[in-house]
């Protein structure tokens, strides 16, 4: 029979693998489900991994899916490495959106001198907003010892009854036929794009900055590096003196801030107004992303790239194969079930090992 | 319902797993209990199809914990997302089924009394189950030698093992309990509640039964009042709604959650209370010999 057993040292072979093995898992599981829903699985497969990247219309849609994903994930990497569980990066990304949106609302002519500088303005609102609502989670944790997991959750329901409010009262488009929306903003406070006539923006160029800039805080400061020694051994960062009310509030600020640029981002970019359907979950799906990418800034770009091909193969299984979209949700949560099973191999190794054997064993132990 | 999903949860603290999957076992257990109910029609069959579900999943989710050692946070969000996917997946012929409005069941004789009498004998049947429940939890984890052991596991499972008790098993057997016990409260919510199936239907209520567990202390009677406080928050929003009270209802719809946040404040803040009565391994895993 099998039987694990613990290996010496973490493989750090495996550690890479086990992403990939996770995703053969759900493929394989994939395939499976479409088989029994009597679809053609080879039908599905192209949907969700070669449609997504055929022309470079498709990578514009992908760049755009990813990007809000990889900025999330980027910050809640700090946070899991800290040991810090931020889960909330929802409602963080929907008080970003609201942030930006609202500074984008202000524009007009008495705004004129701004140009396009409003742009960062508008980022930088985002960001804020992020900021100010992870803040609450790391206050009511660091004064009160409040768990954050919970607080930060109840925040995302908080933080989308707020857009609610303010899609369906003040801030209602007059001319919108009453329909929860704001009025779309005016070109200047859009997210300048990359290529006319595709929908990918600077926002794509931003993660990728993003990415290395958080490498860099990871592996080459002290502040990471304490941040991160305060994650894997509480006991041994409180004798080297790192405190864990800072590294509590730098990783949710971080995070959170994260969270709101991409809000920002996304209701100034693509959707171009505010509206209930603001949040479609990349807030929960990017958790998914850190761990896929190992909570590496690398690993998240390769991660976020693959959760995106799940986002729009699953619109397109919609559209051309009479599916449900919720099959994306399946997908993801079936990807990080398996990884998390996957991952076991890091720390153990399989062995095969024969009843007799095992039993005889056993005998001479005793 | 928030008192079956958060006492079942308490077994699983008590055995020292924390299980985040309960809004996705609730989801999961709400569309089979909604699918059962409108294929059989019968209620008492859509709970068993609910808890069945729940305890399915929460036996993956045990599988990966106690037996692959997995991160126990990370295990349970992948529990909840996986289920809110998967049941919006399957739940999408269900959104426009109908099955009628479930009668109560009305306690003879004391039904009548004035303003008790609704309140209190005039419910469904799973009212009084979650109460008998909660005495029958609360008698076997402190009065019972296999609730000593529940919670010896989650107290300090070395010993535990040391003493020659399955560790894994007994938290296994915790943790599917618990499942299915969301389960029910999954399929209650769908079939009695409401009584339909949308999307995301549970609205965080998996995630304020765990919230309910720490209010209580870890304690089943607490569980069941802590319940009944959040009942009444929600039910406040409706009164509020009709007595025409000038407040968006956006703001009345946050009541719950800002409620669990306030709740989880007042109660953390005193740290000391806490660390008496929570399990001293809850979250961390045990790997016999390893």
Redesign the interface.
């Known amino acids: 029979m099998l039987k ?1 057993e ?1 290996r010496p040292q973490p493989s750090r072979l495996m550690s890479g693998l086990s992403p990939l093995l996770a995703l053969a898992f759900t493929v394989l599981i994939g395939v499976g489900l479409f088989v029994v829903l009597g679809k053609d699985p080879l039908r599905g497969l192209q949907v969700f991994f070669v449609e997504p990247v055929k022309n470079l219309y498709a990578l514009s849609e992908l760049s755009i899916k990813a990007t809000p994903l990889i900025l999330i994930a980027l910050g809640l990497a700090v946070c899991f490495r800290s040991n810090v ?1 931020n ?1 909330g990066a929802e409602g963080q990304f929907v008080i970003g959106a609201l942030a930006g949106g609202w500074v984008a609302m202000q524009a007009g002519p008495h705004l004129a001198w701004m140009g396009r500088g409003i742009v960062v303005a508008i980022l930088l609102a985002g960001v804020l907003g992020g900021m100010a609502w992870a803040a609450i989670v790391a206050l ?1 944790r660091d004064r ?4 954050e ?3 930060s ?6 933080a989308g ?2 857009l ?2 303010l899609v ?2 003040p801030w209602k488009d007059p001319q919108g036929y009453n329909f929860p929306q704001t009025i779309t903003f005016l070109p200047a406070t859009r997210i300048p794009r990359l290529v006319d006539g595709l929908r990918a923006h600077i926002g794509t160029v931003i993660a990728l900055v993003a990415v290395a800039a958080f490498w860099i805080f990871l592996f080459r400061t002290y502040r990471g590096f304490a941040l991160q020694v305060g994650g894997l051994a509480p006991l041994a960062a409180r004798y080297a003196g790192f405190s864990s009310r800072s590294a509590l509030w730098t990783a949710l600020l971080l995070s959170g801030g994260m969270a709101g640029l991409a809000g920002a981002l996304e209701a100034a970019g693509p959707l171009g107004q505010l509206t209930p359907y603001v949040p479609v979950g990349y807030g ?2 990017a ?2 992303v850190a ?1 896929v990418g190992r909570l590496h800034p690398v690993g998240i770009v390769l991660a976020g790239i693959l959760m995106s091909m799940f986002y729009i193969g699953g619109e397109l299984a919609q559209s051309r194969m009479a599916l ?1 979209k ?9 990807l ?2 398996t990884l ?2 996957c ?2 191999l890091v ?2 190794r399989l062995r095969w090992q024969r009843k007799v054997q095992a039993a005889a064993a056993a005998t001479r132990g005793a | 319902m928030l008192a079956l999903a958060g006492l079942g949860l308490l077994v699983n603290e008590r055995a020292g797993i924390v299980n985040l999957g309960a809004e996705g076992m609730m989801l999961v257990a709400a569309v089979a209990g909604f699918a059962t109910a409108v294929a059989t029609g019968n209620d008492w069959l859509a709970f068993g199809a609910g808890a069945l579900a729940g305890a399915a999943m929460a036996a993956a989710f045990g599988v990966l914990v106690i037996w692959l050692n997995t991160n126990q946070y990370a295990s349970g969000l992948a529990l909840s997302l996986f289920g809110a996917g998967f049941s919006a997946f399957v739940g999408i012929g269900l959104v426009q089924a109908k099955i009628g409005e479930r009668t109560a069941y009305t306690v003879p004789g004391l039904a009548d009394l004035p303003f008790v009498g609704p309140a209190f004998f005039r419910q469904h049947p799973m009212v009084y189950i979650a109460i008998v429940l909660t005495l029958a939890l609360a008698w076997f984890l402190y009065r019972s030698r296999a609730g000593l052991v529940l919670r010896a596991v989650g107290e300090s499972p070395e010993s535990a093992h040391a003493l020659g008790y399955p560790v894994r098993r007994i938290r296994m057997a915790a943790v599917m309990t618990g499942g299915a016990l969301c389960g029910v409260a999954g399929a209650y919510l769908s079939v009695i509640y409401t009584p339909l199936w949308v999307e995301g239907m549970t609205a965080g209520r998996g995630w304020i039964a765990l919230a309910l567990t720490t209010f209580a202390t870890w304690r089943p009677a607490r569980v069941l009042l802590g319940a009944y406080l959040f009942g009444g928050v929600t039910m406040l929003q409706f009164h509020l709604q009709s007595q025409g009270v000038e407040i968006p209802s956006q703001f009345l719809t946050m009541l719950p959650y800002l409620a669990t946040i306030v709740v989880l404040v007042l109660i953390s803040r005193n740290a000391s209370w806490i660390r008496a009565n929570m399990p001293a391994s809850l979250g961390k895993p045990f790997f016999p010999g390893g």
């Open positions: 694990l613990a569980w889960i009511l009160f010892n409040a768990n997991i919970l607080v959750l109840m925040l995302v329901y908080v009854m707020v609610n409010y369906y009262g929960f799906a958790i998914i761990y449900p919720s099959i994306t949700g399946v997908f993801q949560g079936l990080l079930f998390l099973a991952d076991t720390h153990y």
